[in-house]
């Protein structure tokens, strides 16, 4: 099983200021077709999770450009440039290339 | 608009069964292999079952093998989970996902 560590359990950060979520995985995500199944969700309060970015860096439809996704191999980021009160919720990545499907534990992010 | 609804759930007494079901629409469904996927606070995310568009490929989580039971309706654009001899760990909110959109989420509590 692949095991997806986001060690940052929570953070906060002052609305207009960027933050970065980083996701670990215990092994390499690559597929013999170059792809990368890594995908970012963000799970608002009281709401089912939202895709924000599929294969590491591809933005799904109506994201804001404010975030973006980075890495390769098993290091994984996912960037806010500048976070808005909207945006509170909790981050998760989540790996699609070998199963059993696993997901990070999750990122809080607070707005100060 | 992307709709999954899903239904079913409830209180349900340990060794029990139910039956969850998602309502799909506004994608084209057979285009998309299906999950289910649950929730605890103290498990976070779980994925649990998947199934090919054309439901002719199953993939199970052991902790749920040989006990839950995935299965879609193409015609009706449906997806169910039939779930058998439940334990209390099995209490969850379960969500009907594809990787792009996630439903609402339906409670199940297993509990005498």
């Known amino acids: 099983e692949i095991v997806l560590t986001q060690s940052q359990v929570s953070l906060s950060v002052t609305p207009g200021q960027p933050a970065s979520i980083s996701c670990k995985s215990s092994q390499t995500l690559l597929h013999s077709d170059g792809k990368i199944d890594l995908y970012w969700y963000l799970q608002k309060p009281g709401q089912s999770p939202q895709l924000l970015i599929y294969e590491v860096s591809r933005r799904f439809s109506r994201v804001p450009d404010r975030f973006s996704g980075s890495g390769s191999g098993t290091d994984f980021t996912l960037k806010i440039s500048r976070v808005e009160a909207e945006d509170v919720g909790v981050y998760y990545c989540?790996?699609?290339?070998?199963?059993?499907?696993?997901f990070g534990q999750g990122t809080r992010l607070e707005i100060k | 608009d992307v709709q999954l609804l899903e239904s079913g759930g409830g209180l349900v007494q340990p060794g029990g069964s139910l039956r969850l079901s998602c309502a799909a629409s506004g994608f084209t469904f057979t285009n998309y292999a299906m999950n289910w996927v649950r929730q605890t606070p103290g498990r976070g995310l779980e994925w649990i079952s998947s199934i090919s568009g054309s439901g002719s490929s199953t993939h199970y989580a052991d902790s749920v093998k040989g006990r839950l039971t995935i299965s879609r309706d193409n015609s009706k654009n449906m997806l169910y989970l039939q779930m058998n001899s439940l334990r209390a760990d099995d209490t969850a909110l379960y969500y009907c996902?594809?990787?792009?959109?996630w439903g609402r989420g339906i409670v199940v509590t297993v509990s005498s």
């Open positions: 996902a594809n990787t792009q959109h």
């Open positions: 989540m790996q699609g290339m070998l199963l059993p499907i696993t």
